[in-house]
């Protein structure tokens, strides 16, 4: 049956009130927020004042995320993947993880201290079974579980070539990720071909060394090769951001600043409770 013309006019003079009725997500409303959470250990955790200026690359990760994503920041120093489990952490973030969201998984630091009972793990059983729990625990709040290897320490050979020093710990995470089909962001391959283009000298910058007097934190001075200092954080947030992008998980739209100087005291270290 055809409509009239006063009929099609009537009809069209209607549609903005229909229109207008109709709920906003049918016509491209801005979705929620986001959260991408961090599960790992101190290389990736909030660090407070009394620190400073030791920094985690999660604190350094909101600047190259869009303003449709937030991070909760959850890695804790000197958790391994099972202390981390055992203690009752996962169980405690789980609870604010929404559908849509990220988990990223980093963890193998402290898994490698296979002499303490609590944290050790071996890379190809308990590691990957202590992996496991995180992935089954994203995916049963709908949220999308994200692998990623420990980055590297700051070790050279003699000859100036960067060392990996995490042994089967990466191989056994990507191995996992391949058979849970879990995306993987090989952040220890990533870290370690941008500590060998900086060189020894070069990566000093970017690690906890410190002379003596130059932060009251640490009067003696510092010389350590596993934690960041600013700059190293930034970068490390940097690769993280862009590995999301390559791998998919995040579209460019979602970031900012990938290849835009961040200041590096856009970092703050919040007083402890």
């Known amino acids: 049956m055809s409509l009239t013309r006063r009929q099609t006019a009537a009809a069209l003079a209607a549609l903005?009130?229909?229109?207008?009725?109709?709920?906003?997500?049918?016509?491209?409303a801005p979705r929620r927020t986001r959260t991408v959470h961090i599960a790992g250990d101190s290389t990736a955790a909030r660090k407070y004042a009394d620190a400073a200026p030791e920094t985690g690359?999660?604190?350094?990760?909101?600047?190259?995320?869009?303003?449709?994503l937030t991070v909760?920041?959850?890695?804790?120093?000197g958790r391994s993947s099972k202390s981390f489990i055992d203690e009752g952490q996962l169980a405690a973030l789980l609870p604010g993880v929404r559908p849509g969201d990220l988990l990223l998984i980093q963890f193998g630091h402290n898994?490698?201290?296979?002499?303490?009972?609590?944290?050790?793990?071996?890379?190809?059983?308990?590691?990957?079974?202590c992996l496991r729990q995180y992935i089954a625990a994203a995916r049963a709040r709908r949220a999308r579980p994200v692998l990623l290897t420990?980055?590297?320490?700051?070790?050279?050979?003699?000859?100036?070539?960067?060392?990996?020093?995490?042994?089967?710990?990466?191989?056994?995470?990507?191995?996992?990720?391949?058979?849970?089909r879990v995306p993987l962001l090989d952040m220890q391959a990533r870290t370690l071909a941008r500590w060998q283009e900086l060189g020894p000298d070069g990566t000093e910058a970017y690690f906890n060394w410190l002379e003596p007097g130059e932060s009251p934190n640490y009067p003696d001075g510092r010389q350590d090769?596993?934690?960041?200092?600013?700059?190293?954080?930034?970068?490390?947030?940097?690769?993280?951001?862009?590995?999301?992008?390559?791998?998919?998980?995040?579209?460019?739209y979602d970031l900012r600043r990938l290849g835009a100087r961040v200041p590096e005291a856009w970092i703050s270290w919040p007083q402890a409770a």
Do not use: C, S
Request: net charge negative.
């Open 16 to 28: 903005p009130l229909a229109l207008a009725a109709t709920p906003a997500a049918a016509h491209g």
């Open 57 to 68: 690359w999660g604190m350094a990760l909101p600047f190259f995320l869009g303003p449709g």
């Open 72 to 77: 909760a920041n959850h890695a804790l120093n």
């Open 111 to 129: 898994d490698e201290k296979t002499e303490d009972p609590a944290r050790g793990t071996d890379p190809y059983t308990t590691y990957q079974d």
């Open 150 to 180: 420990p980055v590297e320490r700051r070790r050279f050979a003699a000859d100036g070539t960067a060392k990996p020093t995490h042994g089967d710990y990466p191989a056994a995470m990507r191995a996992l990720a391949a058979e849970e």
């Open 225 to 252: 090769n596993t934690h960041f200092r600013p700059a190293g954080a930034i970068e490390v947030a940097r690769m993280t951001a862009r590995a999301l992008l390559d791998a998919r998980v995040l579209a460019p």
